[in-house]
């Protein structure tokens, strides 16, 4: 990764959580209901974008690229695909990760930086 890479992942990490967060809160309430367009056009952008920063070695299905607008998906398959989508960043971000000294730091082109992060998640450091 780069340092430039290193802002787009936690924006676009960001937006991918507060989604799920938002829909996986509908999915317990109606799980068969569909996803409105309003919000299936936002989920789908942020896909696209996570896709392109996790390029072909981290995306969890090789074979999906966003939503169906005209099969309007369930809150539960969206859901599940958000948090396939998140597990595939955080082990972006734990391969892109090292302790120094009690305190975890970004790494870039091999070398330690001094841009903080927090440890990985449930992902053992490689």
Same mark, same amino acid.
């Given at each position: 990764?780069?340092?430039?890479?290193?802002?787009?992942?936690?924006?676009?990490?960001?937006?991918?959580? /507060?989604?799920?967060?938002?829909?996986?809160? %509908?999915?317990?309430?109606?799980?068969?209901?569909? *996803?409105?367009?309003?919000? %299936?056009?936002?989920?789908?952008? *942020?896909?696209?974008?996570?896709?392109?920063?996790?390029?072909?070695?981290?995306?969890?299905?090789?074979?999906?690229?966003?939503?169906?607008?005209?099969?309007?998906?369930?809150?539960?398959? *969206? =859901?599940?695909?958000?948090?396939?989508?998140?597990?595939?960043?955080?082990?972006?971000?734990?391969?892109?990760?090292?302790?120094?000294?009690?305190?975890?730091?970004?790494? *870039?082109? /091999?070398?330690? =930086?001094?841009?903080? =992060?927090?440890?990985?998640?449930?992902?053992?450091?490689?």
């Amino acid at each position: 990764m780069k340092e430039k890479d290193i802002e787009l992942y936690e924006k676009l990490n960001a937006q991918l959580e /507060g989604l799920y967060e938002e829909i996986s809160i %509908l999915s317990k309430k109606s799980p068969n209901d569909a *996803v409105n367009k309003f919000k %299936l056009k936002f989920i789908n952008q *942020v896909l696209t974008d996570v896709s392109s920063i996790l390029a072909e070695k981290y995306r969890p299905f090789k074979d999906f690229q966003s939503f169906s607008e005209d099969d309007l998906p369930t809150n539960a398959d *969206v =859901t599940f695909m958000l948090s396939q989508y998140i597990n595939c960043m955080e082990k972006l971000r734990a391969d892109n990760i090292r302790c120094d000294y009690e305190s975890w730091y970004w790494v *870039v082109s /091999g070398q330690i =930086t001094s841009i903080q =992060t927090a440890p990985p998640k449930k992902i053992k450091e490689k």
